[in-house]
């Protein structure tokens, strides 16, 4: 912990994750406690954030390390019965006492709070039940409806998409798609409905090469295509998209249907809330046979 701090005070900057207080808080607590609290507990950073007490951080002014004194000490369980009468859900904290350049400084470490939002859970002086602050870089700020969508967002989960097999193989030219393998993770509580789909195959310079609409999963569907995925489950299988011999010629493709050049995939979806989501992978490989690949015969002839 010495050297974590050490580094803070030396190279660390206020942030969502480390605020500096010249002065201990007072062992009963106060009104700016609990806001700090509040914040830094709200907090989006992933991972431990620290309050450290001593250090005179002003804009302006060359930090210094003010220090607290021996009769500023407090019990960590001081801090933390105070914490846990006023804010809910509970949040928990250790509090370490450093010695720095001759002095004494102090750091509440706040770290696991992945229960949030965390409000004041009564009335304090000017407190108000139910104030819900939340830190923004090296400011504590009234949490906002999108803070709230954030914060549930991540409670309930997402919606996940991974292409987990680079190939796309255009093999069904009498249906005229081509097959990618993908999972499908709705991690959230909620189902989410896929309504259309499309896979942009491009080059290293980032140019679209071709478009192809998604028809199906597992089965083509056509132009009516629609997914559900029930709340917390993946799907895993053939993604279905729309494939051409014209798409052949503009990805080079030889008269055995295949490229040493390499393409970029990025799959998007929509769902019925007009959601989207994508993903993508680097190192795609096309290839085909059969019908699909007259286009390239014919070509190859007429050279």
Known sequence: MKNIIKELI????ESDSLDFKE??????????LLKDILAMANSNYIGPRYIVMGVKDRI??????????????????????????NIEPDVNINLHYIDYQDNKVAVIEIDGSDDKPYLLKKQYKNLNQGLC???????????????????????????????????LRAIK?????????????????????????????????????????????????GADFSLEIPPKRELIGELHVGFGSTDC????????????ERFIFELHFRDSYDNEYQTSVNEGFVFAKGEFLWKVAQKMKNE
Not at 10 to 13: A, I, L, T
Not at 23 to 32: E, H, I, S, W
Not at 182 to 202: M, Q
């Open 10 to 13: 030396e190279n660390g900057f």
């Open 173 to 221: 030219p009498v249906d005229g798609t081509a097959l990618l393998d993908i999972s499908l993770r709705n991690l959230s509580t909620n189902p989410v409905t896929i309504v259309s789909g499309i896979l942009f195959v491009k080059d290293y310079q980032n140019k679209v090469r071709t478009k192809h609409v998604v028809y199906g999963f597992e089965s083509e569907m």
């Open 60 to 85: 302006g002014e060359i930090r210094s390390i003010s220090g607290i004194s021996s009769e500023d000490i407090v019990d960590s369980s001081s801090y933390q019965q105070f914490i846990l009468n």
């Open 133 to 167: 602050l939340i830190r923004k870089g090296s400011t504590n700020s009234i949490a906002n409806r999108t803070d709230f969508d954030r914060i549930y967002e991540k409670k309930t989960g997402k919606f996940e998409i991974k292409i987990i097999d680079e190939h």
């Open 23 to 32: 002065r201990m808080y007072p062992k009963n607590g106060t009104p700016d």
């Open 249 to 260: 010629l503009k990805l080079n493709l030889d008269k055995y249907g295949y490229t040493d």
